[in-house]
């Protein structure tokens, strides 16, 4: 079976220089919040371009106190997409304000600039664009948008580490950038992780208070505002510090099997695109077609595995849909069209070629 991801094989790649890190963490006697957290923090800063990171729990944390870091809660609405991981809108609503959902650019599954101008209101108080795949949202036209109406822009950089727009990475676009290093992601931990990142000292400094229940670091045990407790471990981070070396390296060979693809697969499916002034990092390969149950099922007969990410857009879930009466039809056929081939650090051309060969079958 050829999978979608292959975490195990992953490790494999790296395992000496992840078997030493956590030997080196064991001895240390010190396990959350400590030196690998600062090295990491610092590395992933500069890494992104940004002026500081703050690790924490996941990246629905980071999100979540995003939000909170930049003053939103009950009353206030927060302007994201519905074809997105769960996480986006429940970050928002764990904040006690109100997810507003618009429709996406069909080509990229980003957030629609048009549709964001018409859904501001007065409470509107922020946009959360997510980098969905690997693709940059159309941050050029997002921004102007968001600044005229006074909006706080929070990338959602949880499938993008490394994407970049104008040549800049997102995550240092935004006011505050969000990351999760969930182990299926471009950068993975082998547990949960997350960090928020950004240029703004003083939004900055509110994030770390936000970590752990608004202490600060000379005076713990007393909290200067309410927080909440959302730590990164100095396991995961000093795996993560072995990873981030690799990260660049391993969003090239996406990179290059994706235009693998590109020159294989048939007409039938429609292929992701990049637009010119982005770089797309291809956290996950995702292509249409009309018949996707059956092609999903004929791949599996094929033995190879592929996954549709996402099956129910978040305004139609139970959870969400009290929210948000729209219909938005360009998310609706997404969800119904769309299936995630092979993608990972591991994957071959060759098993690429089979891939290919098995979809024009
Ligand atoms: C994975 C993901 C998240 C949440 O990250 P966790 O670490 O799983 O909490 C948020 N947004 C998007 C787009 C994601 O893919």
């Known amino acids: 079976m050829i999978p979608v991801v292959d975490l195990r094989a992953e490790y494999g790649l790296v395992q000496a220089d992840i078997d030493a890190a956590v030997q080196r963490v064991l001895e240390s006697g010190w396990y959350i919040l400590g030196k690998e957290v600062a090295a990491f923090e610092e590395e992933f800063a500069a890494w992104c371009g940004v002026s500081g990171a703050v690790g924490v729990g996941n990246g629905t944390d980071a999100l979540h106190i995003a939000l909170r870091a930049c003053g939103i809660g009950p009353g206030d609405e927060v302007i ?10 429940a970050a928002i609503a764990l904040t006690g304000a109100t997810p507003v959902f618009v429709d996406i650019d069909p080509a990229t599954y980003t957030l629609d600039p048009a549709g964001l101008a018409e859904a501001i209101t007065p409470r509107t108080k922020a946009v959360i664009p997510v980098h969905l795949y690997g693709h940059p949202a159309d941050l050029g036209a997002i921004l102007p948008i968001a600044r005229k109406a006074g909006l706080r822009v929070i990338e959602d950089c949880a499938q993008a580490h490394g994407a970049e727009w104008q040549g800049q990475k997102v995550g240092s676009v935004g006011d505050l950038a969000c990351f999760s290093f969930y182990p299926t992601k471009n950068l993975g931990a082998l547990g949960d992780g997350g960090a928020v990142v950004g240029n703004d000292p003083a939004l900055l400094e509110r994030v770390r208070l936000l970590r752990e229940y608004g202490w600060k670091p000379e005076n713990r045990y007393v909290s200067e505002i309410e927080g909440m407790n959302s730590r990164l471990d100095e396991m995961q981070a000093a795996i993560l510090r072995v990873k981030l070396a690799h990260l660049d390296g391993w969003n090239e060979h996406r990179r290059r099997l994706a235009a693998v693809y590109a020159a294989h697969l048939p007409d039938s499916v429609v292929k992701p695109v ?62 119904a069209e769309i299936l995630s081939l092979p993608m990972h650090s591991t994957l071959t051309e060759a098993q690429i ?8 079958a």
């Open 353 to 360: 070629e089979r891939v290919c060969a098995a979809i024009a």
């Open 274 to 335: 990049e637009r010119p002034g982005y770089r797309h990092v291809y956290h996950l390969y995702v292509v249409r077609s009309d018949n996707r149950d059956g092609l999903q099922k004929k791949l599996r007969a094929a033995g190879i595995a592929s996954g549709i990410h996402y099956p129910v857009p978040v305004h139609q879930q139970a959870a969400y849909r009290h929210l948000s009466p729209v219909s938005l039809p360009a998310t609706e056929q997404a969800a």
């Open 80 to 89: 994201t997409v519905a074809h997105t991981a769960v996480a986006t809108a």
